[in-house]
């Protein structure tokens, strides 16, 4: 069990928790993630280590309510209980000066790219973010981003906000103009392979952090697993860090897809349990 | 219902087929009370007992049968747990067949006695009348730490315990018992009796902590910070293995562990009452002949598989699993494919696994092992459809403990190299065993492990002062 001793509303479907949970700060590292499960009939999701406090003993994660686990995290407040919140899993990055980074984050993927812009600006790297989002009330973490880099560009879909378009064109502008010694990029998949493929053309080193579903976490279930090269990778315990130009995109896209039909009907089905017992309450 | 017989002895009752292939409670019943005790009398009571000599945990096996057949059911459960706390346990899923009762003198003319099924008559037993826990022993204040609670890790965390010593056990997982909570599915050891054994363990003073990754939230150089002062580590073979063939990572095919895993630990045999998933096609494939496979083709059936079939590349003679669990899904229906093994698999252009392209295989010579080595037949390709596939072909050790204890010595196969007698590791003070030590086994050689662990760890303590 542990306390949600902070919550914050970044976007209407984006929030933060601040989480009291000392053993998992303690060993904290830029990169790594926990898994979240919320009650005994829970599921067990990963979500990144936004930012840590090891003093503190906290942890921040941030998520976006795309499905019924999510959404119900996000119901929580402060002074409430997670169940299971287990960590910190995952390999960290690696913490050099490397010259310039590049940091590219897309949606929700800003949170746990700000910790690697936080450790590498830390250690005397040049950081050029660029953060994007499909609209502006979808974007959240631009001054904490602003913190932490030497240039800062902004990006919309829709153009509501910053300049319009997508990450992708910033950084191939920034590309154009700069030495680049190494680009990160996080974000839905879809924008990962976007990165990874411009970036290949001038074949700049460049590491994205991947999603896949998982169950437990700890290499046991096979579940997470993804191509690298032509290895077959676990993300939970080998990554969630890969060279962006290795991955299998295709392959990955297509699991993430596996469970469609069966995330609705979860929804769906709790949606209508909670509508039940409104009722019953109204009474 | 009656117990039939077979040259005397008994026939364990079980649920019909119809039934028991539509949910995931228990298929074997039990015996009733006067066939437990008529079995036991038939017993010869051995003054050399070689029945014993087959037991990993060395339980006095006619001692408790002899009490059992005068009706002295409350001491011949004592007589058990003497030498093992996880009886309920052992009397499901041990392999009684290949170890006391291969031995049992009756076997030679007749059939040999059913152990196992007394065992679980009287843990069984003994659990419905709801005989009294353990005092909790007095405490010497040593801390030991436990990592890992599957059926090694119990058994060495209550034996420490019931030596004085202050124990508490980490797990990874955020259930305790390792294999016998996310492997073994509930239709063959109910969940129930597993939390039931776990809750004996903690009456014994035992704490335990879920949900800590041991390398991860806690280190090694933090529990020595905190004072533990011997360590055991039972963290089982928990890497799945994959058969590196094209198409491996399609939509539909699973890890054993992540098949059994959703289903047992994570209930989805219960979604979406509970949140995790789990898709089973029309036709499921499981790929292997050991018991997991077993587990992963039956768990299939009962989620709603309408064909499913084992494919193995040896014949069922060498199949590893118990002659029972054979037997128990082939009268469910799972069709054993046998003398084929997989070498690529197919899929469309959703990624989705559509069928798996097998080749079939001819015995020849035996191999190390002492089973006849399958061999291709050349040309003789064909395909099994599919909508599911699970992989079935076996375990190794999981890596991320061991990575972080790099003075660990560790044999050839990435496993821990311990001794045989004590369970000592090349680091002082800290002990090893089961599978992580032996490789995929059994629950009993996996709690015997633990139990010579918990001598040598009370020894050590002990000239440690
Ligand atoms: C290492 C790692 C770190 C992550 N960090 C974050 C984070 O910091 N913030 C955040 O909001 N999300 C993060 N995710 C994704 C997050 O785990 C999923 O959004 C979450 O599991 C969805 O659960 P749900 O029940 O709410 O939705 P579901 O109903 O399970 O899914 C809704 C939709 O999301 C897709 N989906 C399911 N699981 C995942 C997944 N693991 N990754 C991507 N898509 C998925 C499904 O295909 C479906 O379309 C991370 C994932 C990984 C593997
Ligand atoms: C599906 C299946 C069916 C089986 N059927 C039978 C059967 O019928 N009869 C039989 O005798 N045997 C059977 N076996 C084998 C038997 O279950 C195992 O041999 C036995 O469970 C091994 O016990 P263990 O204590 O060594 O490890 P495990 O049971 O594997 O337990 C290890 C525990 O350690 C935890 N752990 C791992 N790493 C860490 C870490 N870093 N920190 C904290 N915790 C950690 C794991 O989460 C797990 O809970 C079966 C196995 C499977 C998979
Ligand atoms: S060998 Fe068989 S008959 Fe003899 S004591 Fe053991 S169980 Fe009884
Ligand atoms: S999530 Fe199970 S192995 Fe990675």
């Known amino acids: 069990m542990v306390k949600i001793i902070k919550k914050e509303v970044l976007t209407p479907q984006i929030k933060l928790m601040v989480i009291d949970a000392p053993r998992v700060a303690r060993h904290a590292k830029a990169g790594q993630f926990v898994i979240v499960r919320i009650n005994e009939e829970g599921e067990r999701i990963p979500l990144t280590i936004a930012d840590f406090d090891s003093e503190k003993g906290t942890v921040s994660i941030i998520f976006q309510e795309v499905g019924k686990s999510t959404i119900q995290l996000g119901e929580l407040n402060e002074g409430d209980h997670i169940t299971d919140f287990v960590g910190p899993l995952g390999k960290e990055i690696e913490e050099k000066n490397f010259g310039h980074v590049v940091c590219v984050g897309g949606g929700v993927g800003i949170a746990p790219i700000y910790p690697k812009a936080k450790v590498l600006k830390k250690l005397g790297n040049r950081i050029t973010s660029i953060i994007g989002a499909r609209s502006s009330d979808l974007l959240f973490w631009e001054d904490r981003m602003q913190s932490v880099s030497d240039a800062l560009y902004v990006t919309t879909d829709d153009g509501s906000y910053g300049e319009k378009g997508f990450v992708t064109s910033v950084l191939d502008r920034v590309i154009q103009k700069e030495k680049i010694d190494l680009v990160i990029a996080v974000g839905p998949l879809m924008m990962m392979k976007m990165v990874s493929l411009l970036t290949k053309k001038y074949e700049l080193p460049t590491l994205v952090s991947l999603n896949p579903i998982m169950v437990d976490g700890t290499g046991m279930c096979g579940c997470c697993r993804v191509t690298v090269g032509k290895e077959c990778k676990f993300t939970c315990v080998d990554g969630p860090v890969f060279d962006g130009h290795s991955v299998d995109y295709d392959e990955l896209l297509a699991r993430q897809r596996n469970y469609l039909e069966e995330e609705k009907r979860a929804v769906e089905n709790w949606l209508m349990k909670k509508a039940e017992e409104g009722v019953h309450h109204a009474k | ?465």
């Open chain 2, 1 to 465: 219902m009656p117990n039939n017989r077979l040259n005397g002895r008994p026939k364990m009752p079980q649920r019909t087929v119809q039934e028991r292939i539509r949910d995931f409670d228990e298929v074997p019943l039990g015996l009733e009370k006067w066939a437990a005790i008529e079995e036991a009398k038939r017993c010869l009571q051995c003054k050399k007992p070689s029945c014993m000599k087959g037991c990993p945990v060395e339980i006095d096996i006619p001692g408790f049968i002899g009490l059992l057949a005068q009706g002295k059911i409350d001491e011949a459960v004592m007589k058990i747990k003497e030498k093992n706390s996880l009886p309920a346990i052992c009397g499901r899923v041990c392999p009684q067949e290949e170890q006391c009762e291969s031995l049992c003198v009756l076997g030679k003319k007749g059939q040999p006695i059913a152990v196992g099924y007394l065992e679980r008559f009287l843990a069984d037993y003994e659990r419905e009348q709801g005989i009294d826990l353990q005092k909790m022993p007095t405490q010497n204040g040593k801390k030991v730490a436990i990592i890992g609670s599957g059926p090694a890790g119990l058994t060495c965390a209550g034996d420490c315990a019931k030596m004085g010593h202050k124990v508490t056990i980490f797990e990874a997982l955020h259930s305790a018992g390792g294999v016998l909570i996310y492997g073994i599915p509930e239709f063959r050891l109910p969940k129930a009796i597993v939390a039931q054994e776990v809750d004996y363990v903690k009456s014994l003073g035992v704490e335990l902590e879920l949900s800590v990754v041991v390398g991860k939230t806690l280190t090694f150089d933090d529990l020595l910070q905190d004072g533990f002062k011997a360590f055991f580590i039972g963290t089982g073979a928990g890497l799945p293995h994959f058969m590196n063939l094209p198409g491996e990572n399609l939509n539909g095919i699973y890890s054993a562990n992540e098949f059994l895993t959703r289903s047992n630990l994570m209930k989805a045999f219960r979604f979406p009452e509970y949140d995790t998933p789990t898709k089973v096609g029309r036709r499921v494939s499981v790929i292997g002949g050991g018991n997991v496979a077993m587990d992963s083709a039956r768990t299939a059936l009962r989620l709603g598989a309408e064909e499913v079939c084992l494919v193995y590349r040896r014949t069922k003679k060498e199949m590893p699993a118990r002659i029972e669990e054979i037997e128990r899904a082939e009268e469910e229906g799972i069709n054993c494919i046998i003398l084929t093994n997989p070498v690529r698999f197919v899929g469309n252009e959703n990624k989705w696994v559509t069928g798996i392209e097998c080749i079939q295989m001819e015995l020849g010579e035996p191999d190390e092992s002492g089973r006849r080595r399958p061999i291709p037949v050349p040309g003789s390709e064909f395909v099994i459809p599919a909508d599911t596939v699970v992989v079935a072909i076996g375990q190794g050790p999981n890596p991320l403990l061991l990575e972080t204890l790099p003075e660990l010595k560790l044999n050839k196969r990435g496993y821990i190299e311990a001794n045989e007698v004590t369970g000592a590791t090349s680091i002082p003070g800290v002990y090893a065993g089961g599978d992580i030590v032996t490789g995929a086994a059994t629950v009993i050689s996996a709690m015997g492990a633990g139990k010579k662990a918990a001598r040598a760890i009370d020894d050590y303590l002990k000239n440690k002062s």
